[in-house]
């Protein structure tokens, strides 16, 4: 995890891809991108070379797929 200040000072939490599969119970690589692609998760957003996920979208995404 990430964390990091924005524009209003609020805490975002970014999660790594790791901390993104951890979260979606060990999916596999394959099944997260495609649910990306399917907007079943969020957009991820790219600091240098690498994927962060704001937490607070994931959290709304799996709420929103519960039900």
Do not use: H
């Not at 997260?32 to 709304?60: A, C, H, M, N, T």
């Amino acid at each position: 995890m990430v964390y990091c200040r924005n524009f209003w000072s609020s805490i975002l939490t970014y999660l790594t891809f790791n901390d993104l599969r951890a979260k979606l119970g060990n999916r596999g690589r394959s099944t997260i991108y495609r649910d990306v692609e399917l907007g079943r998760l969020p957009q991820p957003i790219k600091f240098g070379s690498r994927l962060f996920w704001i937490e607070s979208d994931v959290e709304e995404a799996i709420q929103k797929q519960a039900g």
